[in-house]
C-alpha cells in the first residue's frame, strides 16, 4: 500500500492551510420562484402536451420545474466545492514551496498543473465531510466553469443527464494529464481543518 505514495523524509506531520468551503451558492437568499420562472420554459419544452388535461400538465411541468431547480442547487453546491478546493491547493502549493522537505513534490509548472489532483485524493483520503458532494465532480465542475452557470444558460439536459458526465470527464482528463507514477501524498503525513466559511 505504501509503494503508491511519495517518499517524504522525516516522520513528522506537516500542517496545510485550513480548506475553507464557499457555502454562498447553496445559502443564498431564497430566489426559488424567480429559479422556476427561470425554468420554468425548460420544463414546458420537456412535457408533451398529449391528452393530458391543463390542470394536470401544469402540475406535471411545476413539479418538473422543482426537480430542475433541484439539479440546478446540487449544480451550485458542486461548483462551489470545487473552487473552494482549487483555492486550498494554491494555498497549499504556497506551504509546499516554503517547506524543503516539501518542495521538490510538486513539479513547477503552470497551475492547474493535473499532478495537483494528489491533493483532491488526499481529501478523499483524510475522509472530510463533504455533505454528499463528490470531490472529483466537484472540481470537474470548477475546472469546467470560471463561474457558475446562471440557470437560464443551463439547459434541461445538461442539469439531467449531463453535468456530472462533463464534470467528471473535466476532472479524469485533468488527473490523467500526468503518469500515474508520479504519486500521492500520505495522507497520515498531513494535517488540516476544513471550516465553513458563508458568505
Excluded at 55 to 66: C, G, N, P, T
Amino acid at each position: 500500500m505504501s509503494g503508491k505514495y511519495v517518499d517524504i523524509p522525516g516522520s513528522g506531520t506537516h500542517e496545510l492551510p485550513p480548506l475553507l468551503v464557499h457555502w454562498a451558492a447553496e445559502h443564498a437568499p431564497e430566489e426559488g420562484a424567480c429559479d422556476l420562472a427561470s425554468i420554468m420554459p425548460e420544463a414546458e419544452d420537456m412535457i408533451a402536451a398529449g391528452g393530458a388535461g391543463e390542470l394536470q400538465f401544469e402540475q406535471r411541468k411545476f413539479d418538473l420545474a422543482l426537480q430542475l431547480a433541484e439539479q440546478y442547487k446540487g449544480l451550485l453546491a458542486n461548483w462551489s466545492w470545487g473552487d473552494s478546493v482549487l483555492e486550498w491547493i494554491r494555498q497549499c502549493e504556497i506551504t509546499f514551496e516554503s517547506e524543503d522537505v516539501l518542495r521538490k513534490l510538486l513539479h513547477p509548472d503552470v497551475w492547474p498543473h493535473a499532478s495537483r489532483a494528489s491533493f483532491v485524493t488526499l481529501l478523499m483520503e483524510k475522509g472530510i465531510s463533504t455533505h454528499g458532494v463528490a470531490l472529483e465532480c466537484a472540481v470537474g465542475m470548477r475546472l469546467a466553469f470560471r463561474q457558475p452557470p446562471p440557470i437560464d444558460c443551463v439547459s434541461s439536459q445538461f442539469l439531467l443527464y449531463l453535468n456530472s458526465t462533463i464534470a467528471n470527464t473535466a476532472y479524469q482528463t485533468w488527473s490523467h494529464l500526468v503518469p500515474q507514477a508520479a504519486g500521492l501524498f500520505p495522507p497520515e503525513r498531513f494535517h488540516f481543518d476544513v471550516w465553513s466559511v458563508g458568505d
